[in-house]
Nanobody, 115 residues
Framework: QVQLVESGGGLVQPGGSLRLSCAAS????????MGWYRQTPGKQRELVGA???????NYADSVKGRFTISRDDARATVYLQMSSLKPEDTAVYYC?????????WGQGTQVTVSS
């Protein structure tokens, strides 16, 4: 059984920071490229950033320089460190393990950036 569980979301003020975690089970984690996505009501889910099996990263232009993706293969966990948060970062954040078709998805964690 494959399971991805996001955690760490919450309410934060503009300019603040949050660290999201996604713990994976049921897959050989170290062999999967991982991604973070976000979605707001009425909008398509968008790629925030991704990290490959060898640790290479890429980011959406909107978060570049503010967000950092990392992974800990021993813990089968991928992280999204978010800093300098803006109200437009408000969304449900999902992690994804890249696989044919849809891949594997977590349930999401809400991030709200508001004063």
């Amino acid at each position: 059984q494959v399971q991805l569980v996001e955690s760490g979301g919450g309410l934060v003020q503009p300019g603040g920071s949050l660290r999201l975690s996604c713990a994976a089970s049921g897959i050989p984690f170290k062999f999967y490229n991982m991604g973070w996505y976000r979605q707001t009501p009425g909008k398509q889910r968008e790629l925030v950033g991704a990290i490959t099996t060898d640790g290479s990263t890429n980011y959406a232009d909107s978060v570049k320089g503010r967000f950092t993706i990392s992974r800990d293969d021993a813990r089968a966990t991928v992280y999204l460190q978010m800093s300098s948060l803006k109200p437009e970062d408000t969304a449900v954040y999902y992690c994804n393990a890249d696989a044919p078709r849809r891949g594997y998805w977590g349930q999401g964690t809400q991030v709200t950036v508001s004063s």
